[in-house]
């Protein structure tokens, strides 16, 4: 590795101002009724009947179980990746890629987050990163390889000073590589995976990350040369190949809506996948209040839609005000303005049907 230069439980939180209210955790203990519909006279439908409630009935509860779909889903398949973790505006943020290996941001160390051999910290909020001591840990305690940790340039003291305090105390040794990588930086993950920062724009210091996939193109210099030719040349030290970097995954963490309009963020705009905080949904809280605290609102992303290219994104971050319903509505109104795939990172959330 080298620096280049150019289950969770939920209830009990506490009421942390100026966190959002505490969030509301499913709970599914009875099966679903499956109502048959039977031919009626029209004499049938009137006022007190029971007829239209039963309508009612058979609707909230077909709501319901594409409500409790959502929430037994554990991870989103888009593009080749799957998405999975958590992300409640306030509470916690860990989104984790499988295939990457990575963990973006740690919120309080999910279970499967102990398996990614890299996190990337966007942020020094605790709901984003309050669980790395226990993710090192907890590596260690599985014998684990000492994972990497990659932090904002401003915070690495501050996390190794974290992490000598926990050493005293614990009296353990908690190995891992600690890389501050700036905006404009590129670390290599492997040979075919390099990460780059861009700005972001939350209340504290903060960056985004774009995980790119290296691929290597013939330079056109050798493109008329054959087979052995080239290989005659490789095999001299010859650099006969560039290095062509293919945006794959971007995430954002926390961040007001003005990297939509930053040249620097394009290649995170042009993800394959984008991950993106969405805090606020609706009218009840408006999009200065949003920006007030570093966050985006949904009807910013409409706004700045014709900046997305990516083929598929991830909304994130929801307050805990929102049930999973008004995040379908939410992710309907930006499907319509996007050719882009809209999902929604909804575990932890509650369906008003529950």
């Given at each position: 590795?080298?620096?280049?230069?150019?289950?969770?439980?939920?209830?009990?939180?506490?009421?942390?101002?100026?966190?959002?209210?505490?969030?509301?955790?499913?709970?599914?203990?009875?099966?679903?009724?499956?109502?048959?519909?039977?031919?009626?006279?029209?004499?049938?439908v009137v006022k007190g009947s029971g007829f239209l409630s039963a309508i009612g009935?058979?609707?909230?509860?077909?709501e319901y179980r594409k409500a409790r779909a959502e929430v037994n889903r554990k991870?989103?398949?888009?593009?080749?990746?799957?998405?999975?973790?958590?992300?409640?505006?306030?509470?916690?943020?860990?989104?984790?890629?499988?295939?990457?290996?990575?963990?973006?941001?740690?919120?309080?160390?999910?279970?499967?987050?102990?398996?990614?051999?890299?996190?990337?910290?966007?942020?020094?909020?605790?709901?984003?990163?309050?669980?790395?001591?226990?993710?090192?840990?907890?590596?260690?305690?599985?014998?684990?390889?000492?994972?990497?940790?990659?932090?904002?340039?401003?915070?690495?003291?501050?996390?190794?000073?974290?992490?000598?305090?926990?050493?005293?105390?614990?009296?353990?040794?908690?190995?891992?590589?600690?890389?501050?990588?700036?905006?404009?930086?590129?670390?290599?993950?492997?040979?075919?995976?390099?990460?780059?920062?861009?700005?972001?724009?939350?209340?504290?210091?903060?960056?985004?990350?774009?995980?790119?996939?290296?691929?290597?193109?013939?330079?056109?210099?050798?493109?008329?040369?054959?087979?052995?030719?080239?290989?005659?040349?490789?095999?001299?030290?010859?650099?006969?190949?560039?290095?062509?970097?293919?945006?794959?995954?971007?995430?954002?963490?926390?961040?007001?809506?003005?990297?939509?309009?930053?040249?620097?963020?394009?290649?995170?705009?042009?993800?394959?996948?984008?991950?993106?905080?969405?805090?606020?949904?609706?009218?009840?809280?408006?999009?200065?209040?949003?920006?007030?605290?570093?966050?985006?609102?949904?009807?910013?992303?409409?706004?700045?839609?014709?900046?997305?290219?990516?083929?598929?994104?991830?909304?994130?971050?929801?307050?805990?005000?929102?049930?999973?319903?008004?995040?379908?509505?939410?992710?309907?109104?930006?499907?319509?303005?996007?050719?882009?795939?809209?999902?929604?990172?909804?575990?932890?959330?509650?369906?008003?049907?529950?």
């Amino acid at each position: 590795m080298q620096l280049i230069s150019p289950q969770i439980t939920i209830s009990n939180l506490p009421n942390l101002s100026p966190f959002h209210l505490p969030i509301r955790r499913p709970h599914f203990s009875f099966p679903i009724p499956h109502n048959k519909c039977s031919p009626v006279t029209a004499s049938a439908v009137v006022k007190g009947s029971g007829f239209l409630s039963a309508i009612g009935r058979t609707m909230e509860e077909e709501e319901y179980r594409k409500a409790r779909a959502e929430v037994n889903r554990k991870g989103l398949g888009l593009e080749g990746y799957s998405i999975e973790g958590l992300s409640i505006g306030g509470h916690e943020t860990c989104v984790i890629v499988p295939e990457l290996k990575s963990a973006f941001d740690v919120g309080r160390c999910p279970s499967r987050a102990v398996q990614q051999n890299f996190v990337f910290i966007t942020h020094a909020h605790l709901d984003h990163i309050g669980g790395l001591p226990m993710y090192v840990a907890t590596r260690g305690l599985y014998s684990l390889r000492p994972p990497t940790v990659v932090v904002p340039p401003c915070i690495k003291e501050d996390v190794e000073r974290l992490f000598d305090i926990h050493r005293a105390m614990g009296q353990v040794e908690l190995n891992f590589d600690l890389i501050a990588l700036d905006v404009g930086e590129t670390y290599e993950m492997r040979n075919d995976l390099v990460v780059r920062p861009f700005k972001t724009h939350h209340v504290i210091p903060s960056q985004g990350y774009v995980i790119y996939s290296v691929r290597k193109k013939l330079k056109k210099q050798y493109m008329h040369l054959k087979g052995k030719q080239i290989e005659k040349l490789k095999k001299s030290g010859v650099e006969i190949t560039d290095a062509i970097l293919c945006p794959e995954v971007a995430f954002t963490g926390d961040t007001m809506s003005d990297f939509f309009l930053d040249p620097r963020s394009a290649d995170a705009l042009r993800a394959k996948v984008l991950i993106t905080e969405a805090t606020f949904l609706d009218e009840s809280v408006s999009v200065e209040h949003a920006r007030e605290h570093g966050h985006t609102h949904l009807f910013e992303i409409i706004e700045h839609a014709q900046w997305i290219r990516n083929k598929a994104i991830v909304l994130t971050h929801f307050s805990s005000r929102y049930d999973i319903e008004d995040i379908r509505q939410a992710q309907s109104k930006l499907q319509s303005k996007v050719s882009a795939k809209v999902v929604a990172l909804t575990e932890g959330f509650k369906s008003k049907y529950s």
